[in-house]
T-cell receptor, first 113, second 112 residues
Framework: DAGVIQSPRHEVTEMGQEVTLRCKPI?????LFWYRQTMMRGLELLIY????????DSGMPEDRFSAKMPNASFSTLKIQPSEPRDSAVYFC???????????FGPGTRLTVT | GDSVTQMEGPVTLSEEAFLTINCTYT??????LFWYVQYPGEGLQLLLK?????DKGSNKGFEATYRKETTSFHLEKGSVQVSDSAVYFC???????????FGTGTRLLVSP
């Protein structure tokens, strides 16, 4: 199995630009999670989906952030407009119902200048 | 709400030293407990888990025992290697909830 796939691995953008991060979960997994990791705040859960439906988005920092899961094999996290404080590593993870182990992707390192 | 508390790092050890990283939790019900490891530049990966009281999870020489009476899940390894240098996260998931609650992570640095 290829594992969780994220793209791009690195993204550098200017403040005010739109950023889209992409994730392909492990085939057959029905949960998908988006996390953000920074030195200051550690690992934060932003949102998670079950069977493509958002279940809990209470961690999404503000309206500039949005996430979608149009089908079982693809999800996006969009930031519009981006700000320097959004600079972080964003991880996607997936899991199987009733198996609490989450499988993490390699992350996308976002730098907003 | 549910929470996980880990010892602050970094933990600095020489190769072949004994490792303990403390983890305590607060949760209602009967959570499952996990240790994840993050190597530099990578995502987190599951190291070991325990799903009920007195269970011992083990993997790659690491062990942790689910202690309900002390609400703890301390990570131990008898002899660390330089390749064990990483950040270790303790986490829990509560019954019926698929999401994980993570601790803040503990960085381990092992020198030759």
């Amino acid at each position: 199995d290829a594992g969780v796939i994220q793209s791009p691995r690195h993204e550098v953008t200017e403040m005010g630009q739109e950023v889209t991060l992409r994730c392909k979960p492990i085939s057959g997994h029905d949960y998908l999670f988006w996390y953000r990791q920074t030195m200051m705040r550690g690992l934060e859960l932003l949102i998670y989906f079950n069977n493509n439906v958002p279940i809990d988005d209470s961690g999404m920092p503000e309206d500039r952030f949005s996430a979608k899961m149009p089908n079982a094999s693809f999800s996006t996290l969009k930031i519009q407009p981006s700000e320097p404080r959004d600079s972080a590593v964003y991880f996607c993870a997936s899991s199987l119902n009733n198996d609490y182990e989450q499988y993490f992707g390699p992350g996308t390192r976002l730098t907003v200048t | 709400g549910d929470s996980v508390t880990q010892m602050e790092g970094p933990v600095t050890l020489s190769e072949e030293a004994f490792l303990t990283i403390n983890c305590t939790y607060t949760a209602t019900g009967y959570p499952s407990l996990f240790w994840y490891v993050q190597y530099p530049g990578e995502g987190l990966q599951l190291l070991l888990k325990a799903t009920k009281a007195d269970d011992k999870g083990s993997n790659k020489g690491f062990e942790a025992t689910y202690r309900k009476e002390t609400t703890s899940f301390h990570l131990e390894k008898g002899s660390v290697q330089v390749s064990d240098s990483a950040v270790y996260f303790c986490a829990l998931s509560n019954t019926g909830f698929q999401k994980l609650v993570f601790g803040t992570g503990t960085r381990l640095l092992v020198s030759p």
